[in-house]
Antibody, heavy 120, light 107 residues
Framework: EVQLVESGGGLVQPGRSLRLSCAASGFTFDDYAMHWVRQAPGKGLEWVSGISWNSGSIGYADSVKGRFTISRDNAKNSLYLQMNSLRAEDTALYYC?????????????WGQGTLVTVSS | DIQMTQSPSSLSASVGDRVTITCQASQDISNYLNWYQQKPGKAPKLLIYDASNLETGVPSRFSGSGSGTDFTFTISSLQPEDIATYYCQQYDNLPPLFGPGTKVDIK
């Protein structure tokens, strides 16, 4: 059974940093691209970042480019999102999502999310 | 930048009704469109990929159609467990972009 478990969320002041993690199990992690998708309270879905199976292809939404860094450790079956210079508008539930392909844009499994609140 | 719109933004229908949601892209995206269901308090779930293909395990009352700029998502017979918000997502132009969502509830 595919499982994605996010962690690392919490309350953080504007301008500070936070690192999210996603622990994956139930599938061959290094065969698939992985993504972070967020959802602000009461709002819709926003793709944040994605990384191909071998980290060779990485992309970011314009809203986080230059502030967030996605990475993965295939040996640990883990995905990460380093979030720097956090803003109030980054407040959201952050989902880790598995791609159907090694490098693609279809998200077939999602974690339950970790909540990030940016506030002073 | 590409824009995605969905209509209606919300709807209320009776059990057994046929429900149709439309998704429109501001430019041609071929069939690079997926549909997701998000039940309250839950993570999204992939239902339809490449505009018209049913994801494995998804009930056949769900279907999708369209190509280019205009797409349709249909629930042939609405069930109580279909209460959710439905999102389209394009991936022809990167970054992938979700539509604003359509909230479906029971009348």
């Amino acid at each position: 059974e595919v499982q994605l478990v996010e962690s690392g969320g919490g309350l953080v002041q504007p301008g500070r940093s936070l690192r999210l993690s996603c622990a994956a199990s139930g599938f061959t992690f290094d065969d698939y691209a992985m993504h972070w998708v967020r959802q602000a309270p009461g709002k819709g879905l926003e793709w944040v970042s994605g990384i191909s199976w071998n980290s060779g292809s990485i992309g970011y939404a314009d809203s986080v480019k230059g502030r967030f860094t996605i990475s993965r450790d295939n040996a640990k079956n883990s995905l990460y999102l380093q979030m720097n210079s956090l803003r109030a508008e980054d407040t959201a539930l952050y989902y880790c999502a598995k791609d159907v392909y090694s490098s693609g844009w279809r998200f077939d499994y999602w974690g339950q999310g970790t909540l990030v609140t940016v506030s002073s | 930048d590409i824009q995605m719109t969905q209509s209606p933004s919300s709807l209320s229908a009776s059990v057994g009704d046929r429900v149709t949601i439309t998704c429109q892209a501001s430019q041609d995206i071929s069939n690079y469109l997926n549909w997701y269901q998000q039940k309250p308090g839950k993570a999204p779930k992939l239902l339809i990929y490449d505009a018209s293909n049913l994801e494995t395990g998804v009930p056949s009352r769900f279907s999708g159609s369209g190509s280019g700029t205009d797409f349709t998502f249909t629930i042939s017979s609405l069930q109580p467990e279909d209460i959710a918000t439905y999102y389209c997502q394009q991936y022809d132009n990167l970054p992938p972009l979700f539509g604003p969502g359509t909230k479906v509830d029971i009348k």
